[in-house]
């Protein structure tokens, strides 16, 4: 059971997990009960009860927000996702606005059209819908652009489900850069078609192949092997799972071509006695060497930049790449943050040498910028160009091409 901790009350409001109805009722609330609350929706609550804070603070609001983000908790129980969405929010917690528009949607399925046009003036960028008489799905990457896919509905139901597809929180691995660069791609229209690009469909069996990897990695009946040490992996959609999986296989690969051979006993003599040990190499391989710049070049990112924010002309390349006149729809930006802990002036606090993902968008004609923890891609925080600057010491650019 969780400790106690001090959350103030919610104006006695228990939502009950539906969107455009008057659901508010009182009865037992997370107000008057948190802890029994939140035991009632996840049976392995016992690591998150430094975060409940964070979570109080955003309900008490209760405003639109805070409805998303009780209806995430309500479907996550309802679903079987565990808890660990919740971990490492940040200080003024804010739903990605893709799980939102998820939640939000009435229908799930995945639409079929009769021809492209039908489906470019019926959908939005970043949508997946079948054509008609076609088996496998398409994506719109742009306005008037539609990238074709080489999954059917079903298999992309599988990989990436709706709502908890878009959900992704780190595990007991050092793949938080990784992470970073999935979860900026994710987020990203052209990103996710990239990504998904990589995955194929033959046989009842699912192939994954990287841009610039040296090995097509098959999962039988489109699923992990059974060997899979899954707390080495995110806890994630199968799909990033497979990303995931793949890239370690790629590592390993590398290294023995070059002649490198790493052995299970010297790098489980390098863990703590308390840490699980590694069951494959590649597992290993992954967290020692999964950094930012190399992950975004096997899978295919292009004019990789990075930004030294120690110095003038790091700190002007970022800028720069920010205020482009032409847009940075198609770029990604994962940054490291610096060594020591940072308060940005939001309040959150960074975590020493941790990747995150910064997310540039456009409001009122204003350029302004998300901030998401790779450990968790549900929530985001504000954060302005200041605090970008002093927080990290390096932000990696990476173009999205076709």
């Given amino acids: 059971m969780v400790e106690p901790v001090n959350c103030k009350a919610i104006s006695n409001l228990h939502f009950m997990g539906q969107f455009n109805e008057d659901k508010f009722q ?213 799909g990033i799972k497979m990303v995931e999986y793949a890239y370690g296989d790629e590592l390993e690969e590398k290294s023995l071509r070059y002649g490198e051979k790493e052995t299970l006993s010297h790098a489980n003599s390098m863990l703590p006695p308390y840490y699980p040990k590694y069951l494959k190499v590649a597992d290993y391989l992954r967290d020692k060497n999964g950094s930012i710049g190399n992950f975004m070049q096997t899978i295919g990112l292009k004019d990789i930049e990075k930004c030294n924010l120690m110095t003038p002309n790091g700190q002007k390349k970022l800028v720069d790449s920010f205020y482009d006149l032409n847009g940075f729809e198609d770029k990604i930006f994962v940054a490291a943050s610096n060594q020591t802990p940072t308060k940005l002036k939001n309040g959150t606090i960074t975590k020493p040498n941790h990747a995150y993902v910064i997310e540039p968008y456009t409001e009122d004609k204003r350029i302004k910028f998300r901030l998401y923890n790779s450990s968790n891609s549900a929530f985001y925080s504000d954060i302005n160009l200041i605090d970008i600057i002093n927080s990290f010491s390096r932000i990696y650019i990476g173009k999205i091409t076709s």
């Avoid at 927000?65 to 660990?84: G, Q």
């Avoid at 599988?158 to 050092?174: D, E, H, M, R, Y």
């Avoid at 990203?188 to 699912?206: C, Q, R, V, Y």
């Fill in 26 to 238: 009182k009865d037992e609330t997370f107000a008057d009960d948190p802890i029994s609350y939140i035991n009632g929706k996840f049976q392995n609550t016992e690591k998150m009860a430094k975060y409940l804070p964070n979570v109080c603070a955003a309900l008490l609001k209760n405003d639109e927000n805070a409805r998303n983000i009780a209806a995430l908790i309500d479907y996550a129980a309802k679903n079987n996702m565990p808890s660990d969405f919740i971990m490492d929010l940040l200080a003024d917690p804010k739903l990605n606005p893709l799980i939102t528009e998820e939640l939000k949607a009435k229908d799930v399925e995945i639409p079929t059209f009769k021809s492209q046009k039908e489906a470019i003036e019926n959908s939005k960028t970043g949508d997946i819908f079948l054509l008609a008489e076609n088996d496998f799905i398409s994506i719109k990457t742009q306005n008037d652009e539609i990238a074709p896919l080489k999954i059917t509905p079903k298999t992309y139901k599988k990989l990436f489900p709706p709502v908890i597809g878009k959900v992704t929180t780190q595990n007991l691995a050092s793949d938080c850069y990784l992470l970073g660069v999935l979860n900026a791609m994710m987020n990203n229209p052209k990103g996710k078609a990239k990504i998904l690009s990589m995955f194929e469909e033959k046989n009842g069996n699912i192939y994954l192949n990287y841009e610039n990897g040296n090995l097509e990695h098959e999962f039988k009946d489109g699923n992990l092997p059974d060997n899979t040490d899954y707390l080495r992996l995110a806890n994630a959609p199968l």
